[in-house]
């Protein structure tokens, strides 16, 4: 999929847009790049949900699809929003959001929580990404590269627990267009150890993790 990107060459904290190709320094968040690319494109002052305006410290990024379904960390999925309507949304989709917050009785904004809680656990059991289908492609787990990172015990088992329940990955693992790993290490992790010859990934084709020489290199040619 291709992200959204400012159109013009820009460099910043690590990172450089360049022929709308967004370069990234290996290692670096990459959930600070997108927040930052985020606020740059959306701005930083009027909630995306309650139309207000707020000081831009008041402000958070929310995930229009939530990180609980898998929701990437990616400026296509991030809006900038105040405090107040990220507590509220908390887990929905943004058209679930727009559902529950036009029900009038708290029966059944209550009614209508549970009914999403089971929906999730179904789409889970299945397998199945309540994500656009046209962000997620199948890739061979063993093409995926990674650096390796210190695996989190206490994270790793939480991970484990949460897919031996469901019996698949319950998030896609997010990968630049050459297939190096930006988000997901340890699903990953837990693919390769389980024998899980493919896994469903959203692959960024405007997005590349390069090395801090060749990122120097290519910020010094402009
Ligand atoms: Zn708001």
């Given at each position: 999929m291709?992200?959204?990107?400012?159109?013009?060459?820009?460099?910043?904290?690590?990172?450089?847009?360049?022929?709308?190709?967004?370069?990234?320094?290996?290692?670096?968040?990459?959930?600070?790049?997108?927040?930052?690319?985020?606020?740059?494109?959306?701005?930083?002052?009027?909630?995306?949900?309650?139309?207000?305006?707020?000081?831009?410290?008041?402000?958070?990024?929310?995930?229009?699809?939530?990180?609980?379904?898998?929701?990437p960390?990616?400026?296509n999925?991030?809006?900038?929003?105040?405090?107040?309507?990220?507590?509220?949304?908390?887990?929905?989709?943004?058209?679930?959001?727009?559902?529950?917050?036009?029900?009038?009785?708290?029966?059944?904004?209550?009614?209508?929580?549970?009914?999403?809680?089971?929906?999730?656990?179904?789409?889970?059991?299945?397998?199945?990404y309540?994500l656009p289908a046209e962000w997620l492609q199948?890739?061979?787990?063993?093409?995926?590269?990674?650096?390796?990172?210190?695996?989190?015990?206490?994270?790793?088992?939480?991970?484990?627990?949460?897919?031996?329940?469901?019996?698949?990955?319950?998030?896609p693992?997010?990968?630049?267009?050459?297939?190096?790993?930006?988000?997901?290490?340890?699903?990953?992790?837990?693919?390769?150890?389980?024998?899980?010859?493919?896994?469903?990934?959203i692959?960024?084709?405007?997005?590349?993790?390069?090395?801090?020489?060749?990122?120097?290199?290519?910020?010094?040619?402009?």
């Amino acid at each position: 999929m291709i992200i959204d990107l400012p159109t013009r060459n820009l460099r910043a904290n690590n990172s450089l847009i360049k022929d709308g190709i967004l370069f990234i320094r290996n290692r670096l968040s990459l959930k600070r790049v997108m927040s930052s690319l985020t606020y740059q494109m959306k701005g930083r002052r009027k909630c995306f949900y309650c139309h207000e305006k707020f000081l831009p410290s008041q402000m958070t990024l929310d995930h229009l699809y939530p990180q609980e379904i898998g929701g990437p960390t990616i400026t296509n999925n991030l809006v900038p929003c105040c405090n107040e309507c990220n507590g509220r949304k908390a887990n929905m989709t943004q058209e679930e959001y727009f559902v529950f917050s036009h029900l009038s009785s708290t029966d059944e904004k209550l009614k209508y929580s549970i009914e999403l809680s089971v929906r999730r656990k179904e789409f889970q059991k299945k397998g199945l990404y309540e994500l656009p289908a046209e962000w997620l492609q199948e890739t061979s787990t063993n093409r995926i590269k990674f650096h390796t990172i210190k695996i989190s015990e206490e994270e790793y088992s939480r991970k484990q627990e949460k897919f031996l329940e469901c019996g698949h990955l319950p998030k896609p693992i997010v990968v630049d267009r050459k297939l190096n790993l930006l988000d997901g290490f340890h699903w990953l992790i837990i693919a390769r150890n389980y024998d899980i010859k493919t896994v469903n990934v959203i692959k960024l084709d405007n997005v590349e993790l390069i090395g801090a020489k060749r990122l120097e290199d290519l910020i010094s040619k402009g």
